[in-house]
T-cell receptor, first 114, second 114 residues
């Protein structure tokens, strides 16, 4: 069975702090995809990144970076120099080998205070 | 491009009523998805489609039906609405996972069943 755990329910930081959102997954598949999504207070969903299990290289996109470690089944997300606009719920997700049946974690709510 | 559009934005149904949630995309994407998001939770996949005429069940398909007669449209049908179907419904699309790394979401439909 597949499972995604986001143990941090809520995180509160002050602007300009760095923050890491944890994601731990379980799967028996040898090939799979991992995702991060952002849901701002307005409610829309924003796709941030997809990683396939063959690619363990860390990814950096501006202030966002992702650390994928198969050895610990983790796909953590770091926001550097956080801003108020980063306040949102962030979801981690896992897709099976076929890539279409996606399981989401419960989400981490991030508050960034000015 | 309008992206992914969903109608209606809000709807209140009585128990036992039926309705169709509309989803359309103008990006010629093969893959389309329907998710539901219950309050304070992550998303759950209801149905997905890998192309016109091809659909398959996700994690929570009971009480729903879909069709995909064209590449553009992926309507979700609720038959005999129940209070447990009160949720926010998101439609999503993506072009091809091997050659593209993007997903697009519609703005969501907030459905209440009373």
């Amino acid at each position: 069975a597949q499972k995604v755990t986001q143990a941090q329910t809520e995180i509160s930081v002050v602007e300009k702090e760095d923050v890491t959102l944890d994601c731990v997954y379980e799967t028996r598949d040898t090939t799979y995809y991992l995702f991060w999504y952002k849901q701002p207070p307005s409610g829309e969903l924003v796709f941030l990144i997809r990683r396939n299990s063959f690619d363990e290289q860390n990814e950096i996109s501006g202030r966002y970076s992702w650390n994928f470690q198969k050895s610990t089944s983790s796909f953590n997300f770091t926001i550097t120099a956080s801003q108020v606009v980063d306040s949102a719920v962030y979801f981690c997700a896992l897709s099976n080998t076929g890539g279409f049946k996606t399981i989401f974690g419960a989400g981490t709510r991030l508050f960034v205070k000015a | 491009n309008a992206g992914v559009t969903q109608t209606p934005k809000f709807r209140i149904l009585k128990i036992g009523q039926s309705m169709t949630l509309q989803c359309a995309q103008d990006m010629n994407h093969n893959y389309m998805y329907w998710y539901r998001q219950d309050p304070g939770m992550g998303l759950k996949l209801i149905y997905y489609s890998v192309g016109a005429g091809i659909t398959d069940k996700g994690e929570v398909p009971n009480g729903y039906n879909v069709s995909r007669s064209t590449t553009e449209d992926f309507p979700l049908r609720l038959e005999l609405a129940a209070p447990s179907q009160t949720s926010v419904y998101f439609c999503a699309s993506e072009p091809d996972r091997w050659f593209s790394d993007e997903q697009f979401f519609g703005p969501g439909t907030r459905l209440t069943v009373l």
